[in-house]
Each structure stands twice: as structure tokens, then as C-alpha cells.
């Protein structure tokens, strides 16, 4: 998919307004970005809504090829971390149904994989200020949810409320969100109509996958398991100075804080 121009991305953002009262299939490519040590992290998400079904699928973190990074991280002195990423072509995903707000996860934390059930009502603020971004007249408001206070920008649509990841609940498309301290940010990037298109794709499960039924069970392992990341990184050989670690993947920031 192109990467639009403003004018179009406007034209475009004009016309998916327009088309969601005849229940068409869209799908919105978003910049999700992580800033949390001072090297922004954009990752590439797409959003497809679907109106028949009153169904949202936002995918993100699929990898087609195995990597290895490796990097330094500041954890009580030096540390020298190899990171690798393991072939998986499913990624995270946030299913959302739009009418009751219920969302089926694909979580990933310290390289795992989890199936998480989740309900959430995000709490938005009643004030909503007009705000331009490249030429669109957009919507503004401010919302708390799960650790962090995000400012979030909105296309204006009575027959639509919908937006990037777990965000919902506003009249509207939400185009930019972004929290307080920068950390973490959506941006939509483009759009694309198909009106061919009548089945949302389904999430593939695997049965292997820790399944949780309620989200605060699963915040528990999640924060469970970092700890012990963390802990693994502050042991020390026999000199005193930071060893050398290899994991699969040491990442002790998620996009919830709690």
C-alpha cells in the first residue's frame, strides 16, 4: 500500500466518513511508536474495520524473517543483550467488537505469546476541542486509561467508533494518539477502501497458547515474568562485573503501565 499524499490521505479520510453507511470493509495503516530509551521504535499496524460484522482487527509485531539485535542497556552498569526475533507471521492483535467494547488479545511479553479475553470502557474526557492536522478538522479530547494519560485527535463520524489498538469509544476515527510523556504514539498513515471485501479476516490461535479469561490475571504473569527478566539482569559473575546475557528478548516497557 502507497503511502498517500496529504490531499489524498484527506480525500480519502472524507470518503471512508461517507462510506461506513453502506458497511464496507476499511482498512487504516498506522505508525505505532514506542519511545522508551530515548531511540523511537515505529512499528507498522493495520487497522481493518468491518460494519457487517461490527468488528474491528488491529494486527502489529509480525516478523517474516528471524533477526538478531543486539544493544546495551543502562540496568545497574553496562549490559550487553542479544535480542533475537523468532519467525511469526500472526503477530499481536486487538479484536474488537464495536458494540460491546469486548476485545480477544494476542499479547506478547519476555518473547512469549498469550490469548488474553478483555473488556475495557476507556475514560474519556467530555471535552472536546476543533484541531487542524495537515488540513483535516478534526476533533480533540483527552483519555486515562491503564497507566497513561493520552491526548488522542479524531475524524468526527456518528456511524463509526473506532481506532488503533484498544482505543474506542469516541464519534469517530481516531487518527492521532499520543501519551503525555511521548512514550507511546498511533498515527494513521493511510487508508484503503475495498469495497470486494465482505469477510474480515479471523485472528489463527494456536491451542499451545497460555489463555487467560480477564486481563488482570494476565497483567499479573506479564509483570511476574519482567521481574524476573529484570532480576536475571543484575546478576553478576564471580569479579563483579556485568556477564553477558543472552534471551529471547528483554523488553521491561509495554504500552500499559498497569
Known amino acids: 500500500m502507497k503511502i498517500l499524499k496529504p490531499v489524498m490521505f484527506i480525500f480519502l479520510l472524507f470518503q ?62 553496562s549490559l550487553s543483550i542479544r535480542a533475537g526475533k523468532r519467525i511469526d507471521t500472526i503477530g499481536s492483535y486487538v479484536r474488537t467488537d464495536l458494540i460491546t467494547g469486548h476485545l480477544e488479545l494476542r499479547e506478547k511479553a519476555v518473547g512469549n505469546y498469550f490469548l488474553v479475553s478483555d473488556t475495557i470502557s476507556v475514560d474519556w474526557s467530555d471535552i472536546m476541542v476543533d484541531t487542524v492536522i495537515n488540513g483535516m478538522d478534526l476533533k480533540k479530547t483527552t483519555c486515562s486509561f491503564r497507566g497513561r494519560e493520552y491526548t488522542v485527535s479524531f475524524l468526527p463520524d456518528d456511524n463509526l467508533s473506532a481506532g488503533p489498538w484498544k482505543f474506542r469509544g469516541l464519534p469517530g476515527l481516531i487518527i492521532e494518539a499520543s501519551d503525555l510523556n511521548k512514550e507511546v504514539t498511533f498515527k494513521a498513515q493511510a487508508i484503503n477502501r475495498e469495497p470486494e471485501i465482505h469477510e474480515l479476516a479471523e485472528p489463527q490461535k494456536i491451542a499451545e497458547i497460555p489463555y487467560f479469561s480477564n486481563y488482570e490475571d494476565f497483567r499479573k504473569e506479564r509483570n511476574k515474568l519482567r521481574e524476573q527478566d529484570v532480576s536475571s539482569l543484575k546478576n553478576r559473575d564471580g569479579n563483579g562485573q556485568n556477564r553477558r546475557i543472552v534471551v529471547s528478548q528483554v523488553k521491561v516497557d509495554y504500552l500499559e503501565k498497569d
Open 16 to 77: 471512508l466518513a461517507l462510506s461506513t453507511l453502506y458497511g464496507q470493509v476499511q482498512t487504516i495503516k498506522y505508525d505505532q511508536i514506542t519511545n522508551f530509551s530515548g531511540r523511537p521504535d515505529t512499528t507498522t499496524a493495520m487497522l481493518t474495520i468491518d460494519l457487517n460484522k461490527n468488528v474491528s482487527l488491529y494486527e502489529f509485531g509480525k516478523v517474516e524473517k528471524e533477526e538478531t539485535i543486539s544493544q546495551h542497556v543502562q540496568q545497574d552498569g
